[in-house]
């Protein structure tokens, strides 16, 4: 089933949660609501649900209003962020709950009831754990016992609010990609909300990426990464330098570096900042060209795939983070205090003079 | 040998020397003086009780709680308590359910509302039914024309008790079903159940021990009323007295045995009331902690 939201706004006590949203989510892919705690995501997923009335807009499922419909009948699997588990219910009947409390017509019998459970069961990996209470239940146990109790149900749309937020890094790993293998078995159209970059990356078909209420930017995880659309996506994921400079009629002037910019060309004279992810940035040991810029070595972290670098510029002593592959790290054979020359690859120009 | 206890001395002192426990004088004193405290404030008091109302032996002790007037005062007492108690209980569970699980205008002043019989001293909100139903009252000729008797008559004790009495409930089921918060009550919406099943297969298993805490507390009040029912009941020998005021009478009468004997009868509640207690706070704190 597909989502569509319409211009929808949500004002909490004159903040306004959700800014004249619209959104479109396909039948069947798995979209993640990025951002910063605040960013009105979690209420834009409860609107969704039908937790939250939107005080403007709509909400489509399959191209039919759904904006008055009763939370009841939307058919939407909601997993809550603590989970919210019948607390005085084993395992077995929080899975159940859904199904148990269908009108008299509706309501499957015992039996196909108890099969339905156990199935869900099998397929969350907790089947001996039927009997249990969430008490004696670890994180990850409750989470994949909540994703049950939300599919039992047999729900047209997934709904997950922060689903791995409580979890150790170890378990949260498992869980994402025990959730991207699950959605690619059911298929069913799913929203998460997160606020990890890393989550939002691995899992997702697609990013929706929001700040003050307001969506900054969607697409699928190469494309928010790989082409931020303003800084505010830069800054949001993944790491970030910062080079400041001028915009002067379609050519900008960064550092020792000029671009050309010609979507800038009707800028007479502008501050504007150059964004450029780590990995971006060339080390070299000696001066190759005049538009290098000269840094020193602080301090550097071997460990792992890749050598990340801490450089502080010397003409303004900004410090710059670099990533260089293991093998160029042992070709420089770098120490911290040696003086280097770097020259930023693939720089983003946006004008205004932006500040973390 | 008597390797234990050498070992827990050892612990104790390391303890001590690390400054996250007393000396063992202070932590004598500290214990010593809550037991005296609560020795002459509790346990005599109580103990006297019993033993006055049994100074003339035990034939004295159950003639007098057998008398007419005083099975009267203990079946008009248990009445009283029979009616409000379920009332407030009603009304308890109700005001937390709204006041926890949903949001709407007016609900500080509701609160408010709550704890006025708890801020208003008991003879003035049984002065209040005087002004109300009494001859020179809002609705006394009226009343008098019909011939319906409510003050110094049964009702008006049931309504005295019935408002000391009704924050009771609602005052312990609202601070449990807010530490719980209402995420249990939306996961069963989204799944689809009603509002009344909501209502009985998950908030009511959630707060069942604190009901009971609540109910507890409210009986031992509404037996135990002195004050508001003191003002409305007329003091009726055989019709109108409670416990307390038969107690009462009896002991401005210098009928102390008697009036020893009938208030062991509520000293003997208290205690019960006291245990039932202790066994629902403890369920309720399980209840609690199960996040």
């Not at chain 1, 928010?224 to 800054?235: G, I, K, L, M």
């Not at chain 2, 303890?15 to 809550?34: D, H, Q």
């Not at chain 2, 908030?203 to 037996?223: F, S």
Request: with cysteine; aromatic share 10%; glycine share 6%.
């Amino acid at each position: 089933m597909s989502i569509e939201i319409r211009n929808v706004s949500k004002i909490f006590n004159g903040f306004k949660a959700v800014n004249d949203v619209n959104l479109t989510v396909p039948s069947g892919e798995l979209v993640a609501l990025l951002g910063p705690s605040g960013s009105g995501k979690t209420t834009l997923l409860r609107i969704i649900a039908g937790l939250e009335t939107p005080d403007q807009g709509s909400i489509l499922f399959n191209g039919v209003d759904t904006t008055r419909r009763d939370v009841r009948e939307r058919e939407v699997g909601f997993v809550f962020q603590h989970y919210a588990l019948f607390r005085h219910m084993t395992v077995y009947d929080n899975v159940a709950f859904g199904l148990t409390v269908k009108s008299k017509k509706n309501r499957p019998s015992k039996s196909e009831i108890s099969d339905k459970v156990h199935r869900l069961l099998k397929l969350v990996q907790l089947e001996q754990l039927a009997k249990r209470y969430p008490s004696q239940l670890s994180g990850g146990q409750r989470q994949r016992v909540a994703l049950a109790r939300a599919l039992a149900v047999e729900p047209q749309v997934l709904l997950l609010d922060e689903p791995f937020g409580a979890l150790d890094a170890k378990v949260r790993q498992e869980l994402r990609r025990w959730l991207r293998k699950l959605h690619d078995e059911i298929h069913v159209t799913s929203v998460f909300v997160t606020h990890d970059q890393d989550e939002a990356l691995e899992v997702s078909d697609r990013i929706v990426v929001m700040n003050r209420g307001k969506i900054e930017q969607t697409g699928t995880p190469e494309e928010v990464y790989d082409s931020p659309a303003n800084p505010f996506v830069y800054n949001f994921l993944g790491n970030v330098n910062l080079f400041h400079g001028r915009v002067h009629n379609g050519a900008a002037k960064i550092a020792n570096i000029s671009i050309d910019l010609p979507e800038y060309r009707q800028v007479p004279d502008s501050a504007a900042v150059a964004y450029v992810r780590p990995y971006d940035i060339e080390i070299s040991r000696t001066r190759h060209s005049s538009d290098e810029i000269e840094a020193n070595v602080r301090h550097i972290q071997g460990a792992g795939a890749v050598a990340r670098f801490e450089l502080e510029r010397l003409d303004t002593l900004e410090v710059i983070e670099a990533e260089l592959t293991k093998e160029r790290y042992r070709e420089l054979d770098l120490r911290a205090g040696d003086k280097v020359f770097i020259r930023p690859r693939n720089l983003r120009v946006f004008l205004g003079d932006y500040q973390i | 040998m008597n390797v234990p206890g050498e070992a827990k001395k050892i612990r104790r002192r390391s303890l001590e020397s690390r400054g996250l426990t007393e000396p063992a004088l202070v932590r004598w004193i500290l214990t010593g003086s809550m037991l005296l405290f609560l020795a002459l404030f509790l346990f005599v008091p109580l103990a006297s009780v019993f033993a006055q109302a049994l100074e003339k032996g035990l034939g004295v002790y159950f003639a007098a709680i057998t008398e007419p007037d005083a099975i009267s005062a203990i079946k008009l007492t248990l009445l009283a308590a029979l009616i409000s108690v379920p009332l407030n209980l009603l009304f308890g569970v109700a005001a937390a359910w709204a006041i926890t699980k949903f949001d709407f205008k007016g609900k500080s002043l509701l609160i408010t509302l709550i704890d006025i019989p708890f801020s208003v001293s008991p003879v003035i909100a049984g002065l209040v039914f005087v002004l109300i139903f009494g001859l020179q009252g809002w609705m006394g000729s009226w009343l008098q024309v019909h011939e319906i008797r409510i003050l110094f008559a049964v009702p008006a004790i049931v309504l005295a008790t019935i408002f000391v009495t009704f924050p009771f409930v609602a005052r312990e089921l609202i601070p449990l079903m807010q530490a719980q918060g209402k995420e249990e009550e939306e996961a069963a919406l989204v799944l689809g159940a009603s509002g009344f099943k909501i209502f009985y297969r998950v908030t009511l298993p959630n707060v069942k021990w604190g009901i009971l805490y609540g109910v507890i507390l409210c009986n031992a009040r509404a037996m135990g009323e002195f004050g508001a029912v003191s003002v409305v009941s007329g003091h009726i020998r055989g019709a109108t007295n409670t416990l307390p005021l038969y107690v009462e009478i009896l002991y401005n009468e210098y009928n102390f045995a008697a009036a020893f004997a009938v208030a062991s009868l509520l000293a003997f509640l208290a205690l019960v009331t006291l245990a039932l207690k202790s066994f629902a706070e403890w369920k309720v704190r399980e209840q609690i902690s199960v996040d």
